[in-house]
């Protein structure tokens, strides 16, 4: 995950949306990086430190000195520590004192130390933000390489309307991972992918399942957001999960779920990764109350399963590219190539169950991808780099496929 032990230090400024430093903070720790908030004595004000040391988990620091006497916050190892800064809220006052070098408290001292990327999310009232000196302000510091993450037009707390607002914390977020993350080939695409076991209820409380536990799914998820898709999980039974909260998760219990939220979802994707371990079959009869012990033996009829990839496969549109998995034990490779061709999908890949660090429940994989034109053979890895090289495979698939269009043109 792009953001994952970054270390980010958040400088709040004293302006009313100081209160939506707690959301952007929330995010931050949510993709699992590392928060250190620093305070302007003003912005105090507006929300409380105490908020924003629960959220960060770190204590907030406001002054030079520490409450015990005689120690102090080390703006130099503050400004050193940080991968990046961001000073959102910007007010006017802050900008004036980091374009001018005035480093009156701890937040501006730290702005001044710092050798990290600087971004800030100004916020104030329409006029402010189009006065001259403001704007020669924020022009002067991006002229000297800090980044600007510019105001949003809308309703401003002066009841006023127009350009002010600071940028929403989703969008911050965004911004930063773009930045650390500037290979982005699937900005502006949508991304399905089912994962996770499927639960086939006998009864209310008894199912038939396996044991898979989502983690090929969750990396895959991971990834594709990290290259700039928007990502829907459609999350079946998992033992695992993803600290992104960035990625859609739809959940769902039984394969007919599955199979009704990928299908609702289907059309508007361009990509679909069937990876979920979908239950082939369900109890015929689905009792309304617990079954109860009595005779000696019980026989359960089943009926087939929905086959979710090959059902959507058939509405597949030229643009869209869709990836399936095959867990096989005899003939794998024959299997897996004939599975990818019943059910129409571009891409098959065929677990390989002969190592058994490869199984549901391991954090490694061993595969082998097989495209219309190649049959790749990927090494025991961890399921983060599968999903890396999957998706470079799926990207380079495209490409051909889409300078093959262009040569029959
Ligand atoms: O036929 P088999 O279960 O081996 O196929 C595996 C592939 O098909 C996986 O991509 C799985 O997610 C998908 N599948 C499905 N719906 C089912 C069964 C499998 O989408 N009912």
Redesign the pocket.
């Known amino acids: 995950m792009s953001l994952k032990f970054k270390k980010i230090l958040i400088g709040v400024c004293g302006g009313i949306a100081a209160y939506k430093s707690a959301h952007l903070i929330r995010l931050f720790k949510k993709q699992g990086a590392e928060v250190q908030v620093i305070m302007t004595p003003e912005s105090t004000a507006f929300i409380s430190p105490l908020t924003l040391s629960t959220l960060s988990e770190k204590p907030v620091l406001i002054h030079f000195q520490k409450k015990t006497e005689g120690e102090w916050n080390n703006h130099v190892a503050l400004g050193l520590w940080a991968d990046v800064m961001i000073i959102a809220p910007a007010t006017a006052h802050t900008l004036g004192k980091m374009a001018n070098g005035i480093a009156d408290n701890l937040l501006t001292a730290v702005y001044f130390s710092a050798r990290c990327p600087v971004f800030f999310a100004p916020a104030m009232d329409l006029d402010m933000l189009i006065h001259p000196s403001v704007k020669r302000n924020i022009e002067y510091l991006q002229s000297i390489g800090n980044y600007l993450i510019d105001a949003e037009v809308g309703e401003l707390a002066s009841g006023l309307y127009g350009k002010g607002r600071m940028a929403e914390p989703e969008h911050i977020i965004q911004t930063i991972e773009k930045f650390f993350c500037p290979y982005r080939p699937l900005e502006g695409k949508k991304v399905m992918i089912?994962l996770g076991a499927t639960r086939e209820y006998l009864d209310p409380v008894r199912y038939i399942t396996n044991a898979s536990s989502g983690k090929m799914g969750f990396a895959l998820a991971e990834h594709a957001h990290n290259l700039g898709a928007e990502v829907f999980a459609i999350v079946g039974s998992v033992s695992s999960q993803t600290s992104n909260s960035q990625i859609h998760q739809i959940h769902v219990k039984t394969?007919l779920e599955m199979f009704e939220k990928s299908r609702e979802l289907f059309s508007l994707m361009d990509y679909a990764i069937?990876?979920?371990?979908?239950a082939?079959y369900r109890p015929k009869t689905v009792h309304s109350q617990k079954m109860k012990k009595s005779s000696e033996t019980v026989t359960l009829e089943l009926i087939k399963?929905?086959?979710?990839?090959?059902e959507l496969s058939k509405f597949k549109k030229e643009h869209q590219i869709t990836v399936?998995?095959?867990?096989e034990t005899e003939q794998a490779l024959e299997n897996a190539r004939l599975?990818r061709i019943r059910?129409h999908l571009d891409i098959i890949v065929m677990n390989s169950i002969e190592n058994p660090q490869s199984t549901f429940e391991y954090d490694t994989n061993q595969v082998v991808v097989i495209t219309p034109t190649q049959e790749i053979s990927l090494p025991l890895k961890s399921k983060k780099e599968i999903a890396q090289d999957i998706w470079k495979i799926i990207l380079s698939f495209e490409k051909e496929k889409s300078s093959q269009r262009h040569e029959s043109l």
């Open positions: 089912t394969a069937f990876c979920a371990a979908v082939d399963n929905p086959d979710i990839a090959q399936g998995f095959a867990l599975k059910k």
